[in-house]
């Protein structure tokens, strides 16, 4: 299955071999695209809502990838736990929402987690927060997809 091209963006910028958390990973098209693309060997898919992550979990199986993937219905990294992931993916939701998926797993400031954010709104209030909490913005990329100009941010808490 193609990915658009604002998903194509954010798959480049997995570090190849990362173990990753899908944040809101709607229909699974990332996570299925990183195992089959052999980017990461490992894929927890979270969804708050049983709707997106049933249709996640289908599309994993339609590509006969189930045992790569961890589905997990949880709010934000609420089911993640530190020792499990190397890199984190939230996208497509809007940059409070973001903060405060952030703000609950303050472990991701004890190791050097890639984290590839893609904020859909909010954007100033995201980088206020990534400022205040100690997050360090490695790099700003912006991706033009039906239309529309996204912005995505490789962010780290760990010492750079």
């Not at 071999?17 to 990973?25: E, F, I, L, N, P």
């Not at 994993?60 to 990294?77: C, P, S």
């Not at 089911?79 to 940059?95: F, K, T, Y």
């Not at 039906?146 to 808490?157: K, Q």
């Amino acid at each position: 299955m193609p990915l658009s091209p604002r998903l194509e963006a954010i798959a480049g910028l997995i570090p190849p071999g990362s173990r990753v958390a899908d944040v809101g990973t709607d229909h699974g098209h990332l996570a299925v695209f990183l195992i089959r693309q052999e980017i990461a060997p490992f894929v927890i898919a979270t969804d708050v809502a049983a709707g997106p992550l049933e249709a996640a979990r289908r599309s994993a199986e339609r590509a006969g990838i189930t045992e790569e993937l961890d589905f997990r219905l949880a709010n934000g990294l609420d089911a993640v736990s530190p020792h499990e992931i190397d890199a984190v993916v939230i996208a497509g939701m809007g940059g409070e929402t973001m903060a405060g998926i952030l703000h609950r797993a303050p472990w991701l400031k004890s190791e050097p987690y890639h984290l590839i954010l893609q904020p859909q709104s909010k954007v100033p209030e995201l980088i206020d927060f990534l400022s205040e909490e100690g997050y360090c913005i490695l790099e700003q990329h912006t991706v033009e997809d039906s239309g529309r100009d996204y912005i995505i941010f490789e962010v780290t808490a760990w010492q750079v």
